[in-house]
């Protein structure tokens, strides 16, 4: 089994992307989220835009995004269940390197495999690029392209995410958890999933299954 796990709002309990936005992106950036969540723009376009307009220095978001991340409950036991189980833990998610990275490191697990947007930072703001497994730089459907992926390397992939920039991978998954705003899409697109609302409720079915 491979395992696919999305970072804001599914490791976290919180929006660390978005907290990060809301103290420090200048101008309006509240339009460009409108549009995405609207369907007018994929998740990858809109965090190109969005995080151009923040102009404040690595060191200050990293400090920001530790402090303020809320990891949920039972993450590091799904780590060393996976680790003991022989699963494939993959975060795969439309968030941003640095911050992941720091939180993971904080928690005492930055060996977890992960896929993310790549960061660079100058007086421009943050640049955002989405690499896509084969090393092509992808302009939309970053998750969906690394589940079609892993698929093709370990057969069965369980999806674990939040929100609607799960819901196409996650529909196309062998197996779903979902919480938040993707528990409701998928019960609405009525794609059988799992609800969780803290990752021994995951491990509990995980350990249940043959």
């Known amino acids: 089994m491979i395992i696919q796990c999305d970072f804001d709002g599914t490791v976290t309990t919180n929006n660390v992307s ?22 007018l ?41 996976c680790r003991s189980s022989g699963i494939r833990l993959i975060i795969i998610s439309s968030g941003l390197d640095f911050y992941i990275e720091a939180v993971l490191n904080k928690i ?5 495999e992960l ?8 007086q421009d703001g943050i640049t955002v690029s989405y690499i896509g497994p084969d ?10 392209k690394y589940l079609a992926w892993l698929k093709k390397r370990g057969g069965c992939v369980t ?17 779903v958890f979902a919480t938040g705003h993707l528990h409701r899409l998928l019960g609405t697109k009525q794609v059988s999933h799992y609800s969780f609302t803290d990752f021994h ?5 995980l350990r249940a299954q043959p």
Do not use: M
């Open 41 to 81: 723009l994929g998740v990858e376009e809109s965090n190109k835009r969005q995080f151009a307009l923040i102009r404040e220095p690595k060191e200050k978001l990293v400090a920001f995004a530790t402090q303020k991340a809320r990891v949920r409950t039972g993450f590091l036991d799904l780590v060393h269940y």
């Open 18 to 39: 978005l907290l990060l936005r809301e103290r420090f992106a200048i101008g309006n950036w509240r339009k460009t989220e409108s549009d995405y969540l609207q369907g």
């Open 159 to 175: 999806y674990i995410g939040d929100g609607l920039s799960d819901l196409a991978a996650a529909s196309a998954a062998d197996q």
């Open 135 to 144: 090393g092509s730089l992808l302009k939309q459907g970053f998750k969906e």
């Open 108 to 112: 005492g697990s930055p060996n977890i």
């Open 201 to 205: 409720d995951i491990l509990h079915q």
């Open 115 to 122: 896929y993310c947007a790549r960061t660079s930072f100058g």
